[in-house]
Each structure stands twice: as C-alpha cells, then as structure tokens.
C-alpha cells in the first residue's frame, strides 16, 4: 500500500480564493460539478466547509443563549411580560428547530452546550434586568425539551400557538 500524497492546491486558484472570494466560490463549484477535481483549491476548500459547520454551531449556541435569556426574563418578570417576548421566545425556538431539521446531527451538540448557555444566559439577563444573580437558580430551571416546547412558557398558562 502506498502512502496518501500531500494534497496541493492549483496555485492560481489559491490566488483566487485570496483576491475574489465569490469568483472563487463560483469557480470551485463549477470545478466540482464538472467533476474537475484536480482543478480544485482543496485546502481552502475544506477550510471553508469546517467554517461552515462551526457557523451552524454559533447560531444554535446564539439562539439557545437568546431563548434560555428570555425564558428567564418571562418567569422573573411577570409583571413585564409581552407579546415582544413572547415572539422572541417563538422566534428562536422556531431558529433552533430549523436548525435540527436541516442538520439532525446539530442536537448532540445542542445537548453538549445547554448547561453552558444557561449559564452565560443567567449572568446576562442579571445584567440586562438589573436583577441580583441570585436571583435566577444556578441549575438550568427547565429542560431541553422544556425549553423547546412550543406550548411552554413558565409559570404561565398562556399558550404560545
């Protein structure tokens, strides 16, 4: 068995990818639907798809966070409660649930970051209310699942659809 050669990419397509990246993207695709392979800027290839996945991650771990701080605000601030949250709360669920539809293999990262966006979710909706720390549990209040259900909406019976 021989041994796997180094992968080079086409210098001019290299070239490319640093002076017009929308050119670049073009071109590349055209190189792979044309199955012109050897053509093809592999290295900044594959580093353009591992971005792409740390991107899908950003915005679970974003609309988690946005969701996780406005499930708070509604339980601790009955008394300010709105529609525009309520939206909210809708909004990124419904974000989060697009997000699984398309990529499945997003939800045991979902799993894998919960605890941790509760926990920077806290301390900013402290910061963002005014409200002591304290004042939110140091332990995640609700469940994953909770969190996602559409018809959930703490201490309230208000339904969402």
């Not at 071109?27 to 050897?38: C, F, H, I």
């Not at 605000?73 to 997000?99: M, V």
């Not at 979902?110 to 910061?127: G, Q, W």
Request: net charge negative.
């Amino acid at each position: 068995m021989t041994a796997p050669q180094p992968i080079h990419s086409p210098p001019e397509s290299a070239a490319l990818y640093d002076s017009d990246y929308l050119r670049w993207l073009a071109e590349t695709a055209e190189l792979l639907r044309s199955g012109r392979l050897n053509q093809i800027d592999v290295l900044n290839l594959a580093e353009e798809l591992d971005d792409m996945g740390r991107s899908e991650k950003r915005a679970v771990e974003s609309n988690l966070e946005v969701l996780l701080r406005h499930l708070l605000k509604y339980q601790y601030q009955g008394d300010r409660r709105s529609n525009s949250w309520r939206f909210t709360i809708l909004e990124h669920r419904d974000r989060i649930a697009k997000a699984f539809r398309d990529s499945p293999s997003l939800r045991p990262y979902f799993a894998s970051i919960y605890a941790d966006c509760y926990t920077l979710a806290r301390k900013k909706t402290a910061v963002e209310t005014g409200l002591s720390l304290e004042t939110f549990p140091e332990w995640v209040p609700f469940t994953p699942e909770t969190a996602l259900d559409t018809e959930f909406l703490p201490d309230n019976d208000i339904n969402l659809s």
